[in-house]
């Protein structure tokens, strides 16, 4: 039996004899703060509870500034791994908990790799993985990567009845799926100031949209609203500087497009960096394209806004607030228009408790992370936990798993590739400095090319 938790499925705040161990790795700066933040949720004592962060090396491991402007760490600084040298850090550290706050593939990978550690039940880490925000693409190709894990945690009650549909139409155990909401959801509700914008706050994505065209539209755009309401403030809020990437890659960075802005920026628009949640305290609108950022703000009251300017379409991912009340377009807001969301809208998308009408839960305010709470402490008082079982297998995927592994060094089985050494996380010396300069070194040269040579050489092209 565990030694750090009670045999009987309690609330983990009370539960524990001693600390619990919980492992975070992430791939980006939004998934760190999503996986250090569910942590904190499913663990809510810090008191007895010790979090380990990683992150996995690749072209979006975050700078220690997007580390810092995420808001949230762990106990100590999160170390850069391999996915073979964090299996290899399962494999001799005694976790509790694994969030895996990953994409797919990666998510897929560990899985397999902790089912080699673990071929059979075992006193093995209960495995927890997620979205960071709205899932409006991939869904069946995300979720599959996904399935194996202990806990599958959807942001709300609709993303839940839509996981275990996938699952179970492919035969799959939805058990694993659980009902929660996205951890960073909190802040001070808005208190409206006269029934006006004085600070609007438009978030932008890296990705959405993808053109220089369109993302110079906005930026005008934002720019004009100024201009037109000049007792206004109007921040542009940046996810990550030039040079750094975050989950997506970022090829027309906003500040340099901003750089090329005929009249440049009026007074009363500038940039900004920092926490989503700090700036949030000072909006009294939000405008976006389709970025998690809008959950935060219509979850404290913020009036809304999601631009149909560039139409309402899958690949901007605005879709997903078709019937939410907030679509709209940079005209209206120019006229003065602040939106209002939809209160059963937003209950089923689990920003708010519960909708207009019926009563929350006994005691107060429904807690949306007990479900997850109660099923993880259930797990953690067993004896042994089974052996992952991914529905993706050498027979269910042969053409498709060997090459989601290989691109992490592992074998189909879940062992490492020959010479993709299990190096130990906490080793040190020259040589590890050295290749440490050279990623870095090499890192900068990709982002240099993604974000400078690569639209050069399509403007010449003309492609």
Not at 187 to 213: C, D, I, K, L, M
Request: charged letters at 20%; glycine letters at 10%.
């Amino acid at each position: 039996m565990r030694n750090n938790f009670c045999r009987v499925p309690v609330p983990l705040s009370s539960s524990f004899r001693t600390e619990l161990r919980v492992a975070v790795i992430a791939d980006s700066d939004t998934r760190w703060k999503w996986g250090a933040l569910t942590a904190r949720r499913l663990a809510p004592d810090p008191e007895h509870r010790r979090v380990t962060g990683y992150l996995l090396r690749g072209r979006a491991t975050p700078t220690p500034r997007q580390l810092g402007e995420a808001g949230v760490g762990a106990d100590g600084l999160p170390t850069e791994v391999t996915c073979a040298e964090f299996l290899d850090a399962l494999g001799r550290e005694r976790y509790d908990v694994v969030v895996l706050a990953l994409v797919g593939g990666a998510v897929q990978a560990v899985l397999h790799g902790v089912r080699a550690l673990w071929p059979g039940p075992a006193d093995r880490p209960v495995l927890v993985t997620g979205y960071v925000g709205v899932v409006y693409e991939k869904l069946a190709d995300g979720l599959l990567l996904r399935h194996g894990a202990d806990l599958v945690l959807a942001n709300s009650r609709h993303d839940a009845g839509r996981f275990r549909a996938v699952y179970e139409g492919v035969g799959a155990d939805p058990s694993a799926v659980t009902e929660t909401a996205l951890p960073f959801l909190g802040g001070a509700p808005y208190a409206p100031t006269g029934g006006r914008a004085h600070t609007v706050v438009f978030a932008v994505q890296p990705s959405v949209p993808e053109s220089r065209a369109d993302r110079t539209y906005l930026l005008e755009r934002a720019a004009g609203h100024a201009r037109l309401h000049p007792g206004r403030e109007v921040l542009i809020k940046l996810r990550s500087k030039p040079g750094e990437h975050t989950t997506h890659l970022e090829e027309h960075p906003y500040q340099r497009l901003a750089e090329r802005l005929p009249g440049g920026l009026p007074a009363n628009c500038r940039l900004v960096y920092g926490n989503m949640g700090e700036v949030l305290d000072s909006a009294d609108l939000l405008v976006t394209v389709s970025s998690t950022a809008a959950l935060e703000s219509l979850h404290r009251g913020i009036p809304t806004a999601v631009l149909t300017d560039l139409g309402i379409r899958e690949a901007l991912g605005n879709h997903h607030f078709l019937g939410s009340g907030c679509l709209t377009s940079w005209d209206r807001l120019d006229e003065g228009l602040l939106p209002r969301a939809d209160p059963y809208w937003l209950a089923a998308q689990g920003v708010t408790a519960h909708p207009p009408g019926t009563a929350p839960a006994p005691g107060g305010t429904p807690d949306a992370h007990a479900a997850a709470r109660a099923r993880l402490a259930e797990l953690l008082s067993r004896d042994r936990l089974p052996a992952v079982a991914p529905y993706y297998t050498a027979a269910t995927a042969p053409g498709y798993l060997p090459g989601i592994l290989a691109r992490h060094h592992l074998e189909v089985d879940g062992t490492p590739l020959p010479g993709a050494a299990r190096q130990s996380v906490a080793g040190s010396g020259p040589r590890r400095w050295l290749r440490a300069r050279l990623r870095e070194g090499a890192r900068g040269a990709y982002r240099h090319g993604v974000q400078r040579v690569a639209p050069a050489i399509r403007r010449l092209g003309e492609l």
